[in-house]
């Protein structure tokens, strides 16, 4: 009837009791526990004791409500655990006529609220009692309800309040309370398991019947009842620092998803805790040793249905937790994804819907071994509910980040398979007020709700960065056409004084911007260039980060929010033109829209600044007269008189100093001959590292005027 366990070093007692199976015992005068069940009428399979008194003055401090009168007057404001016709319910302050409930008593600080730990500070006080505090290590009592109705006791013989807390929640209580007289007896079948006999109580709680183990307790206590597994749906029991605590005591570099796992999966009404530790078997704490490689970000084997398959690749960490919460939510539901959610799982449609909402029913229909896979994952999340939550240094997991994000950037679409291309830009959407928000990023979708004036959180692009997803005010999360709105993105993740700088060699795989007469791509020799670059500044000691370093396919947005997530210190996207064939020169764009603080648009242009002489004095030393340095100026470009965001999205997203060098023009046949020559490449390189490490020294620029344009003009 009663289940033990250790945690936190603590040997924990547990019973479960259903509505209608409890009593209040309650003397006439405080009494040991053993005589108020010898008084007790009826049977019983286990008591405790509860509420405080004083025994030497015989005060108690607890309000205790039975048989429809109020028996003792509590000194504070702490909560009541009342059972009443409706059930058990903990009340979160005592006041209030309970002559209608069965009971109700007071016996110690709210521990838990709303499937969390709750803030004792305010509690403790509210109880005007000091015989203990929150960090004292001693013989613990709680009561929690799940939300199934059951009421949980929870004994212990060394716990601190949180800790007691932190069981009580991963025992699936919704709200819970500690006990009074936590070093009193507890009594099961007659025997004493707990606490020692020997002073008074004002009363004791006294169970009639309790429940079999359910479900969510078998990988804690190991019976031996046919196994379904943890819920799939509900809310989550671990917190975000508990889970990453257990990953880095195995995995110390891998990156912090925690929190990505635990918002997802409450947008979808999922256990981001359990899909977590799925990710952890599936990848074997994020250090891949089976087919799927890192850098596809496919943290549960999606696609990958045959041995030796990698199957489907991700555009980043969001939109492969996405997929795989998405997974989940196919199996575990019938139910339509969300209004505005973009579907991006690649096999949502191809498994059977709602045949798996407990991890043992994907046995068989996860991955192999079948027969135990549900198994292997709670097993994997009852170790990591016993982990205490400890703070985690993030520098290497986010050094280990930016590799990946960099290495899926050089892989291109190697592997993709039909996933949507779900973006992960993230920052402010503002509109005019009024503007639709639509259910999905398509024209014609129904609206379902307008933006309002102030700006709205952004949380990903879709199609190319052609509509944005917003949280309305409500929580719903809807579409809105690009064009139609003002965006800001996100601050980087890291602003460390060794962070990298960001260099973007424009276009790239099936994009190959400007095309020569001879069939030269201007993808091509932004890469020289930028290559060459990032060969001086490591040269030079300063980290770099390239967008891509070989020929493939990287979206606008893609290229933002690589650098905003590596937390770049400067962003410098390399180009070159195309015009008519008598058009030539060099130009440099700086920011100057509304997106970013007046802070990051002054380094900008100061940047810019720099950079612009930097680049014409190298292309006059390697050109040798052949491509003079023909100078178009230091521009900002913004969309349009009456819309303030800078024109090229690259700058327009980026939430760091960022610039964009437009070097000579391929259409014109004197600059693409110098264009096609390695020295000449290579001096303009030299050009662009001299200003880089110049703005990184803080170099003061020279005061060029900057033009400002709009749209295409």
Known sequence: MSYTYRRFGSQVNVALVAPGQADLAVPEQPQPVTEMMQN????????????????????????????????????????????????????????G?????????????????????????????????????????????????????????????????????????????????????????????????????????????????????????????????????????????????????????????????????????????????VAYAQALHETDFFRYTGSVQDWQFNFAGIGATAPGTTG?????????????????????????LPPGMVLADPRFDLVPRGVAPRMGDLNGRWAVPGSGYGQQIDRLLGELLATPARPVNDTEGQATLRALLARRVDMGNAGVTDAPRFEGWQGTVTGPAGTAALAAPAAGAPAIGTLPAAPVPGTATALGGSYFQVVLPGGQSGWVPAGNVRT???????????????????????????????????????????????????????????????????????????????GGRLFLSIHHNAASA???????????????????????????????PSVLEAIAGAGAGTCPPVDRGIRVRLLAATDWRDYYAVLRNTAIPAALLEVAFMSHPADLSCLQNDQFLDGVAAGIAEAVLAWLARARPVEIPIRTLYGLQ
């Open 40 to 95: 007790y009428p009826n049977a019983w399979v286990r008591a405790t004791a509860c509420a405080y008194a004083d025994a030497p003055a015989g005060a108690v401090y607890s309000t205790v409500w039975a048989w429809g009168t109020r028996r003792h007057h509590g000194s504070g404001l702490w909560p009541l655990l009342v059972a009443d016709a409706a059930g058990f319910h903990i009340d979160r302050q005592d006041q």
């Open 312 to 336: 489907a690749v991700f555009a980043g960490p969001r939109e492969g937790i996405g997929a795989h919460l998405q997974h989940l939510y196919a199996y575990a539901t019938a139910v339509p």
């Open 582 to 612: 008598d058009a030539r020169g060099t130009e440099t764009y700086v920011q100057g829209g509304e997106e970013q603080g007046t802070a990051v648009v002054a380094a900008s242009q100061c940047f810019g600044r720099l950079l612009h």
């Open 488 to 566: 800001v993105a996100a601050a980087p993740a890291v602003a460390q004084a060794d962070a990298p700088v960001v260099l973007d060699p424009g276009h790239g795989g099936a994009d190959t911007g400007a095309v020569a007469t001879d069939g030269t791509m201007e993808k091509t020799v932004n890469l020289a260039i930028s290559l060459a670059v990032q060969q001086r500044l490591q040269a030079a000691g300063v980290p770099v980060l390239m967008t891509r370093s070989a020929d493939t396919d990287v979206s606008l947005v893609t290229r933002a929010c690589l650098t905003n997530q590596a």
């Open 97 to 273: 006529d309970y002559g209608t409930a069965f009971f109700a008593v007071s016996a110690g600080p709210l521990l838990v609220a709303d499937g969390r730990p709750a803030d004792l500070t305010d509690s403790l006080q509210a109880g005007r009692f000091t015989g203990f505090t929150a960090t004292t290590r001693t013989a613990q009592a709680g009561v929690g309800i799940r939300r199934d109705g059951l009421l949980v006791h929870v004994v212990a013989n060394e716990l601190t309040l949180p800790e007691l807390a932190r069981v009580l929640v991963e025992l699936g209580c919704s709200v819970a309370m500690r006990l009074g007289a936590a070093g009193g007896p507890v009594y099961e079948a007659g025997e004493l398991v707990h606490g020692s006999e020997g002073a008074g109580f004002p009363c004791a709680l006294v169970f009639r019947q309790a429940e079999p183990a359910p479900y969510l307790l078998q990988h804690l206590f190991g019976q031996q009842e046919p196994y379904r597994g943890s819920s799939v749906l509900g809310e989550p029991v671990a917190l975000a620092e508990q889970m990453e605590s257990y990953t880095h005591q195995v995995n110390p570099l891998a990156p912090f998803y925690a929190a990505h796992y635990l918002e997802l999966g409450n947008r979808l009404g999922l256990r981001g805790d």
